[in-house]
């Protein structure tokens, strides 16, 4: 029996069998990152009284955000999810029509197109970016035409913080005068031969959700350059309300409009953005010191004409050279309080989508097999790099039963 005591109200010996190490604090796979505007700014949101879903801080966010990503109009919505929806609607799909998906992504990417009774038809990944092939875009787009029956749109997802292939994914639909419906919830700040995410469809879907690179806690953001298809959004998303003293209703709407004390601290978090980009692309660079040396494992490509915000670091792992599977690893950390989660599962084969077709799909499931996304959020220290780091590092030794191959981080820096 231990001496040990424990602190406190109880003064019951511990037992050997309980004698854990301490539990290190939690390492969240893309926890929220507050600078201390948004309080600022929330509080004026409360002086002022303006606690509804509009206000001069929805107005402001919106002018501010569309700004951001390159000019055009926005509207601030309760969710990216509410955004694509919206936006799926503004582009006319209805029930019957095909919409075509990347096929490693979130499922929010493809339920919205369901949501409007249309089917969605996903495209393989490509290894260069992850993003959706365009070859495959390609052939998919010339089979539709041969067939006679177009899809009413492309949505492409810009995945893990870096744009798709624009220049030819819009040639391709530019030819076939298909809309593209750019997904950037995962994009936000990053750049594609300069021009930042967001500017590369019709439409543009954003999300502020409490693991993306700014946050709101929840919300989402339409873009567009059509004011029209803007203000449109907002009447869609206010329930749209016909123009009468009285409440009249013409068309189905919904109620999507985001918060004006979520805009407040939206508004805050846009300011640091800049700042946020860098820290994970800095988080990016020390892992790739730390890891990738060791055998089987590879980085997410940065795709040529790319900036990527590194908004998740994903590296895949080959079992045969690393000696340890993804899952082993991805264990590993959890057992030392780390949160790493497996590389999305694709959407053609997600169970709600069952029947739907895809062309393609090896290259989206071997990443879905192999790919791991260590914890990336821009408040980590370099300490906490070096925890998860470890982790990984001490899996392949395990499992090579070598001598440490690299030494510690710190001692070569
Ligand atoms: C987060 C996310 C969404 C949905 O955004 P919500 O704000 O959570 O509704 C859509 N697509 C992708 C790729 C995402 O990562």
């Known amino acids: 029996m231990s001496t040990l005591m424990r602190v406190g109200a109880s003064l019951a010996p511990i037992t050997d069998t309980e004698r854990v190490r301490p539990a290190l604090p939690r390492i969240h796979l893309s926890p929220p990152h507050m600078s201390g505007a948004e309080l600022d700014l929330l509080s004026e949101a409360f002086a002022s009284n303006w606690i509804a879903p509009l206000g001069p801080h929805v107005d402001a966010f919106e002018r501010e955000f569309a700004e ?74 010339r089979a539709c035409a041969q067939r006679g029956r177009l899809p009413r749109a492309v949505i492409v997802v810009d995945l893990y913080g870096q744009c798709a292939d624009y220049e030819r994914i819009r040639a391709a639909c530019a030819r076939y005068e298909v809309p593209v419906l750019e997904d950037a919830a995962e994009g936000l700040g990053a750049t594609y031969r300069g021009r930042p995410a967001g500017a590369f469809g019709e439409l543009a879907g954003f999300s502020f959700n409490g693991n993306k690179i700014i946050t709101t806690s929840g919300g989402g953001m339409l873009v567009g350059q059509d004011r029209r298809l803007i203000d449109r959004a907002r009447f869609l998303a206010s329930q749209a309300r016909d123009p009468k ?69 994903c590296l895949t792992i080959d079992p045969h050279l690393f000696g340890a599977s993804r899952e082993e690893v991805r264990l590993a950390l959890e057992a030392e309080n780390i949160e790493a989660r497996p590389v999305w599962k694709p959407l053609h084969l997600q169970p709600v989508f069952d029947g739907c077709r895809c062309r393609g799909g090896t290259v989206a499931e071997d990443l879905f097999e192999r790919g791991l996304c260590l914890p990336s959020g821009s408040s980590l220290t370099a300490a906490d790099l070096e925890r998860v780091s470890a982790v990984v590092r001490r899996c392949y030794q395990a499992a090579s039963g070598k001598k440490p191959l690299l030494p510690p981080l710190t001692a070569r820096q």
């Open 245 to 313: 003293p009285h409440y009249q209703h013409s068309q189905l709407g919904y109620n999507y409009r985001m918060s004006n004390l979520l805009a407040a601290v939206g508004r805050g978090q846009l300011r640091v953005l800049p700042d946020r980009v860098a820290a994970r692309r800095r988080n990016f660079e020390r892992y790739r010191a730390a890891l990738g040396e060791l055998p089987g494992v590879e980085f997410m490509p940065e795709a040529p004409g790319c900036r990527s915000t590194r908004w998740l670091t």
């Open 68 to 141: 951001a990503v390159g000019g055009g109009y926005a509207a601030a919505v309760v969710s990216g999810t509410a955004a694509l929806h919206l936006a799926l609607r503004l582009l006319g799909v209805e029930r019957g029509d095909e919409v075509l998906c990347s096929s490693l992504t979130f499922c929010a990417s493809a339920t919205p197109i369901v949501f409007e009774g249309a089917t969605p038809v996903f495209l393989d990944a490509a290894r260069a970016s992850w993003n959706m092939d365009p070859g495959l875009l390609e052939e998919e787009l």
